[in-house]
């Protein structure tokens, strides 16, 4: 094998350290505008029972690449000192459909479901990038539902496109 055709491995670290949230919001705004991606055209999610749990294969395509995300959910891990979703992205060039890279999955998934959700607020409290008068958009309180991995990616991601007085974490104890 030649160092050409070596796949690259890019973990959780490594996925931080390319893009920021700002620049991660930015791309996937511009990508819904212009239609080089399109969510709903994506093939459907494939979920397969294990007994731990369960594989969820998630295929996308934005040319000039498609991809999958392979994740495994066991919601006996955090108890064994295990994270509960676990996985891989893999990326392949979409015209030969050559694999490009293997990714963390779970980091990836720290990015993008946080960004899509600042995005969405965004333009749901005003609009677009700014309010009136070219302000940020505010909101008095900011509720986030559960304390996993997610919520403090929201938080940070939520609290980087709109102004928020008050923060409410609302979870339960395990």
Same mark, same amino acid.
């Given at each position: ?11 959780? %670290? ?21 239609? !080089?991606?399109?969510?709903? +055209?994506? !093939?459907?999610?494939?979920? !397969?029972?294990? @007994? ?26 955090? %108890? +064994?000192?295990?994270?509960?979703? @676990? ?17 963390? +999955? ?33 909101? @008095? ?8 991995? @997610? +919520? ?7 609290? !980087? ?14």
């Amino acid at each position: 094998m030649s160092h050409q055709d070596r796949l690259t491995y890019l973990d959780g %670290a490594q996925l931080a350290e390319l893009a920021s949230l700002d620049e991660c919001v930015a791309v996937l705004e511009q990508s819904l505008r212009d239609g !080089s991606i399109d969510p709903e +055209a994506d !093939s459907p999610r494939l979920f !397969s029972e294990l @007994q731990a749990g369960e594989f969820l294969l998630m295929p996308a395509e934005a040319a000039p690449y498609c991809g999958v995300k392979l994740v495994t959910v066991a919601p006996a891990n955090p %108890a +064994a000192g295990h994270p509960k979703i @676990q996985g891989v992205y893999a990326l392949f060039d979409a015209e030969h459909l050559r694999p490009l890279a293997l990714m963390d +999955a779970a980091e990836l998934t720290l990015v993008r479901t946080p960004a899509v959700t600042a995005l969405a607020l965004r333009h749901m409290v005003a609009g677009g990038a700014t309010g009136r008068e070219g302000k940020r958009p505010s909101v @008095q309180r900011l509720a986030v539902i559960g304390t996993g991995p @997610q +919520a403090i990616r929201h938080v940070r991601a939520i609290t !980087s496109v709109i102004d928020v007085e008050e923060v409410v974490v609302i979870g339960g104890r395990q």
